[in-house]
């Protein structure tokens, strides 16, 4: 959603932090993406009228919360006649208002609220091009310009999918929730689907002219860390969040120095972040405590660990790895792994 140019900067950095919790909340509500984006916009609007002259609130998070609520129930009374619906929704909104302070914080349940808001991004009724552009515009806080900056697409490309996403949603009256059983494994899939798309563009573009975009990187790797605090419980979450951590620790040794492609087996390993290669190594670690066979996430985490952890090409652990491809083989078949 986009900042004005020129916004004090401690607003924009707020809001940075704020927006995917304050729609995931107003999503809740109003079982509305677009309206609930909408509504969060109305609450930027008056922060960024009021705070450079009141300040910013010790609260920032429950302001804008409040203020959008306001705005809510405004909308459902003014739609009301038209569903009664909306007079039900308009009084959850009112008790829920009256019982919130204006410096309070977001609900309590915004985990549940964040997740639902994730699930109902990555819905598989959209198409990928979609999930990924609504996914970096509702969770990843990105303005159009920026998603469009990141994949190389025109502007009112990105803005046409963000806005046909929307409304195939509410044609498909896909509800906000967090869903459970058999369900919730398909549309988990989905999810780390996207985050994974994310990462693939900017680790190994598929456009322009550089081999890597680290801030889609970075991007993937803010949703995925998101999505194994929500889910700490879900092995191939965390086997994603690993294979994303490793494989970003390696991407300044990726490219030379005229910006040509650097093989694996030939990057300067002292350039490997380490940080980035402790988290991912502790995430898989995770992944295998919790138990169950390995999915493919956690697969790939695995071998890309066996790099990770070898200090020179020549300590790869290649029989290791090669089990480890005929696993990855088993679960999805592909000439690559094969190869």
């Known amino acids: 959603m986009p900042i004005a140019s020129g916004a004090h900067p401690a607003i924009e950095a707020i809001w940075r932090i704020e927006s995917a919790r304050l729609i995931a909340g107003l999503a809740r509500i109003v079982g509305d993406i677009g309206t609930a984006e909408e509504l969060a916009q109305d609450a930027?609007?008056?922060?960024?009228?009021?705070w450079p002259t009141s300040g910013v609130p010790e609260r920032p998070g429950g302001w804008l919360m409040a203020t959008a609520r306001h705005r809510a129930t405004d909308l459902i009374r003014r739609r009301k006649t038209l569903e009664r619906k909306y007079e039900e929704l308009g009084r959850e909104v009112e008790r829920e208002q009256d019982s919130t302070?204006?410096?309070?914080?977001?609900?309590?349940?915004?985990?549940?609220?964040?997740?639902g808001l994730i699930f109902m991004a990555c819905h598989p009724v959209l198409s990928?091009?979609?999930?990924?552009?609504?996914?970096?515009?509702?969770?990843?806080?990105?303005?159009?310009?920026?998603?469009?900056?990141?994949?190389?697409?025109?502007?009112?490309?990105?803005a046409q999918r963000i806005v046909r996403a929307k409304r195939t949603l509410a044609e498909?009256?896909?509800?906000?929730?967090?869903?459970?059983?058999?369900?919730?494994?398909?549309?988990?899939?989905?999810v780390l689907e996207v985050i994974y798309l994310i990462f693939n563009e900017g680790y190994s573009a598929t456009a322009g002219e550089d081999w890597v975009r680290p801030a889609l990187c970075e991007d993937a790797l803010r949703l995925g860390r998101i999505l194994a605090e929500l889910t700490p419980t879900e092995p191939e979450v965390h086997g994603l969040v690993a294979l994303m951590e490793i494989h970003a620790s390696r991407l300044h040794a990726r490219v030379g120095p005229s910006g040509e492609p650097v093989l694996l087996l030939d990057q300067d390993r002292t350039r490997w972040d380490r940080l980035l290669i402790r988290r991912g190594l502790a995430a898989l670690e995770r992944a295998e405590r919790l138990g169950g066979a390995?999915?493919?996430?956690?697969?790939?985490?695995?071998i890309a660990a066996c790099h990770a952890r070898a200090t020179t090409a020549a300590e790869t652990d290649w029989p290791r790895i090669v089990a480890l491809y005929d696993a990855v083989a088993e679960l999805a078949p592909s000439p690559v792994v094969e190869l």
Do not use: C, N, W
């Open 128 to 158: 990928k091009d979609a999930r990924v552009a609504l996914t970096l515009r509702v969770l990843g806080g990105l303005t159009t310009e920026e998603i469009a900056r990141g994949f190389l697409v025109p502007v009112s490309s990105i």
């Open 101 to 115: 302070d204006l410096d309070t914080t977001l609900d309590e349940d915004v985990g549940d609220d964040l997740l």
């Open 294 to 302: 390995m999915g493919p996430y956690a697969l790939q985490a695995a």
């Open 44 to 50: 930027l609007v008056a922060a960024l009228e009021q």
């Open 172 to 190: 498909a009256h896909v509800r906000f929730e967090v869903p459970g059983g058999a369900e919730r494994v398909a549309r988990l899939a989905s």
